[in-house]
């Protein structure tokens, strides 16, 4: 059997006691097994974290770059290796994980320009001989708590604007899928930061709850489901922790009377059921705005959605493949029946899928729902998987509504050729992110990305200047220099405008 351990300094130390098997999401096969820290091993690696903060912060910022614009090389270099280790525990086919990849060395690219970044502010004369000027310092150790579904790129998310600013950084990443994880953080060591500045525990709610309280973890990251999104930012809150906490969502794709509908319907395709709807920007409810308009739609999903090809993870002819666990795929399956007897129509029923040869896998068929109402139970939660809800909308107003109203405001998509009509609904919806003919609208590195209501608890998104700022706080100095020599006279003769 396998073991992922921890990547900490001095290695992992006693040995555990807890494991948690890896499986192999096509097989149903384990794969490896994870060890479970406690909070003893995190005090072990928030000690090493101590003692390598303080040099790395006093860093000039462009050596600080240095390491960073070396590590994406490493990455790259790497990609294909992490993209094969990545399917291999989560499921998702190469291309979502080379995409997976992808999009978190956009976060170190854009860390790449930490000196710029990173600037204070100065303000010249805001007193008679007055000067002021803020800068922009490290919090000190930062922790982040990242989900199965991106084992590649939240973590760069997190720790690529965490180091570069300053930071020595803790990761604990989802136990379902933590060898990407452990991989990233030796590249990092290899890029040429220091030992100690990344390092990578293992565990399960015990895990959690000793970062959540440990006194010299300055910040936290999250990245889940709402409901243990809420419980880490109050806990954290309470221990006096910065922390921002992202939560789930239910993202919505307007779909207008003008809009192109066989873009729609590529885009869909992607868009709700890639990554086997695993993503929490991916597009499980379509709104149609008039009957005519879903009827148009409908006819050109179901062809689609048929010929839609579910497969290994390895499968470079497969669209998506398993769900990441059997637990899961029952767990998808019973929202399709719960939307059933809700009275959806269930138009491609995905339920009972099997894949010849790996009966055992977690496979969920892709499904289509048309006739939900927000009154559901399944449209009112996140199903997280490959069903796409079909939500009839009268009109534009009702259209307008259906996201602004729902619980989650992750991200909403709007496809129309309309400018006014897209203009319109950009400004209006209560939506974090919104896309205009763009099915699922994740921020360049150089944004942010960040939901609204419960899907996200704090007030700072990831990335970006938003990711900088919070993982740094400011100071401001004011400061004035009196004339001449220590008696106070003007020694040099330097004339006075203020």
Request: hydrophobic letters at 40%.
């Amino acid at each position: 059997m396998r073991d992922i351990d921890h990547f900490m300094v001095g290695g992992p130390g006693a040995p555990a006691t807890r494991f948690k098997d890896v499986m192999n999401p096509s097989t149903g096969e384990v794969q490896a097994r994870v060890p479970l820290g406690d909070a003893a091993l995190l005090d072990r690696a928030v000690q090493s974290a101590l003692a390598v903060q303080p040099e790395w912060a006093a860093t000039n910022p462009q050596r600080r770059a240095r390491v960073m614009f070396a590590y994406k090389q490493l990455v790259e270099k790497h990609r294909e290796e992490l993209a094969h280790m990545l399917s291999s525990e989560h499921g998702k086919v190469i291309d979502d994980a080379l995409g997976d990849v992808q999009r978190g060395l956009e976060v170190i690219e854009y860390a790449c320009g930490i000196p710029q970044v990173q600037k204070g502010e100065y303000t010249i004369g805001a007193g008679p001989g007055i000067d002021v000027y803020s800068m922009r310092q490290p919090l000190g150790i930062g922790a982040g708590i990242t989900p199965f579904n991106f084992p590649a790129m939240i973590p760069m998310w997190m720790f690529g604007m965490a180091i570069a600013t300053g930071n020595a950084f803790i990761l604990k990443p989802s136990e379902r899928d933590p060898s990407v994880p452990v991989r990233l953080a030796e590249l990092f060591l290899e890029a040429g930061a220091p030992e100690g500045l990344l390092q990578v525990v293992h565990g399960d709610k015990e895990m959690v709850d000793a970062i959540l309280d440990h006194p010299d973890i300055a910040a936290v990251s999250f990245v889940g489901s709402s409901d243990i999104a809420h419980y880490v930012y109050n806990r954290g809150v309470a221990a006096g922790k910065r922390v921002q906490a992202m939560g789930g969502a239910k993202n919505h794709g307007i779909v207008m009377p003008d809009a192109d509908l066989d873009m729609v319907v590529n885009d869909l395709a992607g868009a709700a059921f890639g990554s086997a709807g695993e993503r929490c920007m991916a597009l499980p409810v379509v709104v149609p705005v008039g009957d005519e308009t879903a009827e148009k739609l409908k006819a050109k999903l179901i062809p689609a959605i048929e010929a839609l090809r579910i497969g290994v993870s390895t499968d470079k002819d497969a669209h998506y493949g398993p769900v990441v666990t059997a637990e899961h795929k029952a767990r998808v399956e019973q929202w399709i029946d719960t939307a059933e007897k809700e009275g959806g129509e269930i138009v491609v029923d995905g339920r009972g899928f099997t894949l010849q040869g790996h009966e055992n896998g977690y496979f969920v068929g892709p499904t289509l729902i048309d006739h939900v109402t927000p009154e559901m139970e399944s449209y009112k939660e996140e199903i997280f998987g490959p069903v796409l809800q079909i939500v009839r909308a009268k009109d534009f107003e009702e259209a307008v509504a259906l996201p602004s109203k729902h619980q989650y405001g992750n991200g909403v998509a709007i496809f129309t050729r309309n400018g006014h009509a897209a203009r319109e609904f950009a400004s209006r919806v209560n939506v974090g992110m919104v896309g205009i003919n763009v099915p699922i609208p994740v921020p360049v590195a150089y944004h942010s990305f960040g939901g609204w209501k419960r899907s996200a608890f704090g007030d700072t998104n990831q990335y970006g200047t938003e990711g900088m700022k919070f993982w740094t706080k400011v100071k401001t100095v004011t400061q004035r220099w009196p004339d001449g020599g220590g008696d106070g006279s003007n020694a040099f003769n330097i004339p006075t405008f203020a």
